[in-house]
């Protein structure tokens, strides 16, 4: 069933996926280059590393030589990031500008949103922080739960009632774990929306804005992520068939065994290089739905007078 979505309108989830998924079909071409520069950008830190590994199979390097680089490597690899994100934020914007009906050019946002590259930079890093200490909190208060499990062990005759209570212990752990990573994803997803549309943020406010915006709809938000994490699997499907013939090709016509000491690297190599081709298309995909879902979850919270283009999802 087709519908028009107009003025105010909320969104429902497959609302929401369809309408990503016509934007993303509709520029196809434009998105599509986008992603391919930000993936270039994350690939070429990765890039830079092919002639370490080479160096140890063939040479002798000098370790200090080797050691005095990676700090250049560190700052290679954060501004790569930061660019990559960028990249990912300008599809983001111009899917927003789609559906507020105020469509923006490539070379505009890209004005805009390049001097913000240590904001999304930051933004990010901040948020890979929290998820540490988060996780680093769980795994402390698990510790201390299995030397509970284990003084109670040690204190009762019958070892089964330990057991069962560690088992269900172990168990709650499980479920507060998945809870917290799943709330962590669906608070956070919209992380980079604010920065990339909201005038005077910062890294910080667009943590806030990101966890602000999302309150109230972790359920709906796992469930739009879960839907079009299905929608994507057939793509991934595609990637690993093509990845495992183009494997399996070129493995039986090397001129070498396959024990060579280059022969992992190359496999290596050629396994991300799929990869990388896989996420240029579900890159665009990815950054489609969140714009769709901010701009839902404005309408919802701030009622503000966004207009979603008239078109059938």
């Known amino acids: 069933m087709s519908q028009n979505l107009t003025r105010m309108e909320p969104l429902s989830v497959g609302n929401i996926v369809s309408a990503g998924l016509r934007i993303y079909r509709d520029h196809f071409k434009s998105y599509s280059g986008i992603s391919i520069i930000a993936n270039l950008w994350a690939f070429l830190p990765f890039l830079a590393l092919i002639p370490v590994p080479l160096l140890f199979i063939y040479g002798q390097p000098e370790y200090p030589a080797v050691l005095a680089l990676i700090p250049l490597w560190l700052l290679l690899f954060l501004y790569c990031t930061g660019k990559s994100i960028v990249n990912g934020a300008i599809i983001a914007r111009l899917v927003f500008g789609e559906l507020t009906n105020q469509p923006e050019a490539v070379d505009d946002v890209r004005r805009i949103l390049n001097p913000k590259i240590w904001s999304f930079l930051l933004a990010f890093f901040l948020l890979f922080l929290i998820a540490i200490g988060v996780w680093l909190g769980l795994f402390l208060g698990m510790g201390i739960i299995a030397a509970i499990i284990s003084a109670i062990g040690s204190a009762v ?69 879960l839907v079009a994490t299905l929608v994507s699997i057939p793509i991934g499907i595609i990637m690993q068939f093509i990845a495992g013939t183009i494997q399996a090709i070129v493995f039986d016509n090397l001129p070498v065994e396959t024990t060579y000491p280059s022969v992992p690297l190359l496999s290596f190599l050629m396994g991300y290089t799929i990869g990388i081709l896989g996420n240029i298309f579900l890159l665009p995909f990815w950054q489609a739905i969140k714009a769709v879902i901010y701009y839902d979850l404005r309408t919802r919270r701030e009622g503000m007078g966004l207009e979603l283009r008239k078109r059938e999802v």
């Open 157 to 225: 005759q019958q070892n089964f009632v330990a057991i069962g209570i560690g088992v269900l212990i172990g168990i709650g752990i499980f479920v507060i774990f998945f809870s917290i990573n799943i709330r962590l994803l669906t608070r956070f997803f919209i992380i980079d929306m604010p920065l990339a549309v909201e005038e005077n943020i910062t890294a910080t406010k667009t943590l806030g804005r990101s966890w602000k915006l999302t309150k109230g709809y972790v359920v709906r938000i796992f469930i739009i992520l």
